[in-house]
Each structure stands twice: as C-alpha cells, then as structure tokens.
C-alpha cells in the first residue's frame, strides 16, 4: 500500500513539474557552469520551505536538484516555483531519506516544522552534506545539542535560518556597536507585540487526501488528524512546535544577542554566551483556543556575575495592534551613553537627549543568507548563523524560556551541559521523553 501510495504520488509530481517547465522563460537565472553549483535537496515545499525553494533555485550557484515533501498537494508547487527559477525541473520524492541517499546532492535544505529539523539534518550529516535548516534548530535541547555533535564530528558546514544574521542591516548594526558608542552596556530587550489570532478549537478529522499523516507525526506521539495539528498552526502545540518564542522569537533574541555581544565586546567584557539563570512568567491570558504556548509572556535572561552582569529580556504579547518602541517586533540593546532599536528593515542609534547617533536600513529577506551559506560550503568558513556558535545557542534561549514558564520557577542553567542544575522537572523538558519507532534520534 506505501509503495502504491509512493508512485501515485510521484506520478502527479511529475505531471504537474512537467506542466510547470512549459512555463514562460520571464524570472529564470543564468546559473554558473555546472561544475560550479551546489547540488542541494529540499525538504518541504509549503510555508518557508516555499520561500527557500525560490531562494536557493534563484542563486546563480546552486541546483535544486529535488523536492521532498509528504503532502501530494503542496510538492507539485513546489516543483514548479523552482522550474521557473532554473533550466532544470528538480524531481519529486515523498520521503525525504531518498535526498540523504543521493549521493549527488552536496546539501540538504530543512524546511519542515520544528519536531522535523533533527533527525534529516543528523542523518544528512552523516552522509556527508552541508545543511541549511530552519529556526529554531530543533523542537528540543538535547536534540539541538546531538545536532551540533553530528556537525562537528563530520566536519559539515550548518546554517541555521535566522536569516537576520546575513542582511546589511544587522551587520551595520553590530559594526556600530562594536564602536563603543553606546558606552557600557548592560540591559539589552528583545520584543513580539504584532497582533495575531485564535486557532479556534476545531474536531478532530480524517486527514486531507494525498498526505502521509503517519509520517508527518513522525517521532511525536501519535494522535488523531486535527487541522490545528497541521500545517501552519503545529508550531503553537507541545509535541510539534516551540511557540511563538521559537517561532519568531529567536529571531528578536537572536538580533538582540547579536549587537549586545559585539557592545559587550568593545567595552571590554567579552562575548555573551549562554545566560546563568533564566526566569519566565506568562501564560494564555488572551486567546481562547487550544493553543499550549502562553501568549503572554515574559523571559529574563541573566548573564555574568559582579560588574559584568547583564540582562536580556524578552516580551510576548501576540494581541496588541499597535508597536513598541517604533516597532512590532525588535531587539534594543542599551548603554550609557546610548541606546539602540534594532526592527525589521531598520536600526537606529540614540543619544542621552534623543538625537541620532547612527542609523541604518536594509530588508530581512533570505537570499543574502542562502549567499552566505552557499559561499560557506564552498570555503569551509563558518557562516553567519553556524550552527554551533549562533544559532543553537539562540535556540536554547528559546527552548529555556518555554521551559521556565511551564515550571513557573528560575532555572540555573549549567551552560556546559546545557542542563539546569537541581530541577529534575525542568530537565525532563529538555527533550522528548519516547521517540515514535521507526523514528528515533540518531545516535552520533
């Protein structure tokens, strides 16, 4: 039955990317000679893994050179927005593993919901490619700590997808704080206040014909089809997502830590690491729907000791229509002499009697990042949102944060072990209790 299911899916593919390759020539690139492009390997072809599709199909040095995705209905799009970007129609697959055996496939692109970002990055690791793979890193600690382990032990060059990290924009921004012209630092803030909706609480249901429903669960336990289960809305429930704080959040923490760092840096304190205690309050006080992520919250992050102590904090509150401090969502880092508002498309740097020390500007799209990525492999130079150094540790910031406001208590955190000292509860969060057979966390 899997097998009949795997050609019937496969047939419509390579139906619709056949239909697709008639389509005009208006938007493909001039790709560089084929010797010179990165054969990459998509996972997902809906949401991010749409926007990454046309990304890396429009870099001049890469070949997308197949899609995997387990929903029929959303891979032939998939297949055909690359079509229009490059001279050749990528192939469909419905299992993602048949991208890790193709030994022609130099990286593995991991656009999937987070309890999917682990086992395909280990297990293309292992086999040899470079990874780019979505934010956060995992759906977990422990499985963004095994992440990391992969990527050292076989030497491959990982980009997490916090795409902020490759704009203009915020290398400016990090530039002006490596100045010194905030003075000394010691408050940074990281912020969502952009107005979103209720989920609702719809019945369960039968799942939408053409998906493997089974796989899509995958390691998470096995539970009936629900639309607030699936696509889109997976990220605000346990077993899948990591709520708006992984969602979104990394992003804002992620730029935050960025510039705070580099502020840090130039007056003398050194680079910030991961936090020594984390204390989280919040909850669903807004929407009523059967979202498990709060949507209101508030994380402190404390970093140092004595003189050199520091605080990051971040707010949620994902029912306000309106900006705070001249942004929806955004970072600030703070000094004294200065202070900084880091948003979207924009930073600005202010004085003691508000006048403008600095500004800069520049968008959030990811083809910078993808460059960069694309550059890296090539290099073996560590990139801009590497793994190891960048993006798990923001990933942990936002896994802590989640687990701090479940327990309702301070956590100490042991940043070598990435464990909290003394809080059996806390730690039993800091991974999945039972994977899900045949789906296991591959050992490293």
């Known amino acids: ?217 995958g390691p998470a336990p096995k539970r009936p089809f629900n639309v607030n289960r699936f696509h889109g809305r997976w990220r605000w429930l346990y077993d899948y997502g990591t709520g708006d704080l992984g969602n979104d959040g990394v992003h804002r923490l992620d730029m935050a830590m960025a510039v705070f760092s580099a502020a840090s840096v130039a007056q003398g304190d050194g680079p910030i690491g991961l936090p020594s205690t984390i204390f989280a309050n919040g909850g669903k006080w807004y929407f009523d729907d059967s979202q498990e992520f709060p949507d209101t919250m508030q994380v402190n992050y404390e970093y140092g000791t004595g003189k050199k102590t520091k605080l990051l904090t971040y707010e949620m509150r994902v029912w306000t229509p309106y900006n705070y401090l001249g942004e929806s969502e955004g970072s600030a880092i703070f000094g004294d002499k200065g202070y900084m508002v880091v948003g979207n498309d924009r930073w600005m740097a202010y004085g003691k009697g508000g006048q403008v020390l600095a500004k800069g500007e520049g968008g959030s799209h990811e083809a910078p990042h993808v460059q960069n990525f694309i550059e890296c492999i090539k290099s073996r130079e560590k990139p801009y949102c590497d793994l190891e150094t960048v993006g798990h540790p923001a990933s942990v910031l936002c896994h802590a944060g989640n687990i701090a406001a479940r327990v309702g208590r301070k956590l100490i955190l042991e940043p070598s072990t990435e464990t909290f000292v003394g809080d059996a509860e806390a730690n039993a969060l800091r991974g999945r209790l039972e994977y899900r057979k045949p789906w296991i966390l591959p050992e490293v």
């Open 1 to 217: 039955m899997q097998d009949k299911h795997r050609r019937d899916f496969i047939k419509t593919s390579t139906i619709v990317a056949a239909t697709g390759a008639m389509v005009a020539q208006f938007g493909r690139v001039t790709k560089a000679a084929a010797s010179e492009r990165v054969r990459v390997g998509i996972v997902g072809a809906g949401g991010r893994a749409m926007s990454l599709i046309e990304s890396f199909s429009a870099n001049n040095s890469v070949e997308v050179v197949a899609i995997a995705d387990l929903d029929s209905n959303r891979l032939p799009k998939g297949l055909e927005a690359a079509a229009k970007k490059q001279d050749k129609i990528p192939r469909g697959e419905s299992d993602f593993r048949r991208l890790i055996d193709d030994k022609s496939i130099d990286a593995l692109v991991v656009g999937t919901p987070d309890h999917w970002h682990a086992i395909p990055t280990i297990l293309a690791c292992q086999a040899g490619k470079d990874v780019y793979v979505e934010k956060p890193d995992s759906h977990d600690i422990v499985e963004g700590m095994r992440m990391v382990a992969a990527m050292r032990k076989h030497q491959r060059i990982v980009q997490m997808g916090s795409q902020h990290r490759s704009t203009q924009r915020l290398q400016s921004a990090i530039e002006f704080a490596k100045s010194g012209a905030l003075g000394r630092v010691v408050v940074a803030k990281a912020w969502e206040s952009s107005k979103q909706g209720p989920i609702g609480f719809p019945a369960d249901s039968t799942p939408p014909a053409g998906v493997d429903y089974e796989m899509w669960m």
